[in-house]
């Protein structure tokens, strides 16, 4: 296994402004914490800004750079839009925010990168609650 690789303090905030600028939500949402890591230590930030759609970021995969063609490709954080009404925190919600720690591993795993077109296949769990077979990544 290859060492753990984690964001400095300096760089975990900007993230985490950058996410609060983007998607709002600094005051209306949560941080799922990822217990352990292989790789990247990756949480995952659920914001839920007033009559909007609830926003999940990662934060910690853009810490690791994955094997991509371009140095410009190789750090990048996943996010995933549900709809407003979802819980942050119900069991559908913690489901989705394991799926995307999941998939923040997978590059790492692999020896391969994330980017526009790629597609990766949902876990079981996640494929039986909400029924789609893969992921593509836009």
């Not at 526009?116 to 876990?123: K, Q, R």
Request: charged residues 20%; proline residues 4%; negative net charge.
């Amino acid at each position: 296994m290859k060492s753990l690789t984690l964001y400095n303090p300096v760089q975990l905030e900007q993230i985490q402004e950058f996410i609060y600028d983007t998607f709002g939500g600094e005051e209306d949402g949560l941080i799922a914490h990822e217990l352990t890591s292989e790789y990247v230590h990756t949480d995952v930030q659920i914001v839920a800004p007033e009559g909007r759609s609830r926003t999940f970021v990662t934060f910690g995969m853009g810490a690791r750079e994955m094997n991509g063609p371009h140095p410009d490709l190789c750090h990048v954080e996943l996010v995933m839009c549900t709809s407003k009404d979802l819980d942050i925190y119900s069991e559908d919600a913690m489901k989705i925010a394991n799926e995307l720690v999941s998939l923040s591993k997978f590059p790492f795993r692999e020896n391969t990168w994330l980017h526009h077109g790629h597609t990766i296949n949902a876990s079981d769990a996640f494929r039986e609650a909400f029924g789609f077979d893969a992921f593509t990544f836009i």
